[in-house]
């Protein structure tokens, strides 16, 4: 059973900076692409970055692009989400999500197959 971990969310102060840690276990993700997406309420989840296995593809949503950076580290089957400059419309629980198909570059949530349960960041004005 492939499960998912979240953690690194918090309180942080507008300008400020977080890093986010996801980490897999039941499978190996070294084949495949991991995102983050983010949900605040009342809106729906939205696709946050994406990063494939060799780690040399990233993609990101424009709202992020330029402040937020994803990683990823395969021997320790684990993804991150660094985050700077943080803006209170940041606020959001952050969910880190698995892509066994890892030619593409998945924007859709439909298109993750694992989840994990979310972490919450809240970004204070």
């Known amino acids: 059973q492939v499960q998912l971990v979240e953690s690194g969310g918090g309180l942080v102060q507008a300008g400020g900076s977080l890093k986010l840690s996801c980490v897999v276990s039941?499978?190996?993700?070294?084949?495949?692409?991991m995102g983050w997406f983010r949900q605040s309420p009342g809106k729906e989840r939205e696709f946050v970055a994406t990063?494939?296995?060799?780690?040399?593809?990233?993609y990101y949503a424009d709202s992020v692009k330029g402040r937020f950076a994803i990683s990823r580290d395969n021997a320790k089957n684990m993804a991150y989400l660094q985050m700077y400059s943080l803006k209170p419309e940041d606020t959001a629980v952050y969910y880190c999500?698995?892509?066994?198909?890892?030619?593409?570059?998945?924007?859709?949530?439909?298109?993750?197959?694992?989840w994990g349960q979310g972490t919450q960041v809240t970004v204070s004005s």
């Open positions: 990063i494939n296995p060799s780690s040399d593809k990233t």
């Open positions: 999500a698995l892509d066994p198909q890892y030619s593409r570059v998945a924007v859709h949530s439909a298109e993750y197959a694992d």
């Open positions: 039941g499978r190996s993700i070294s084949n495949d692409a």
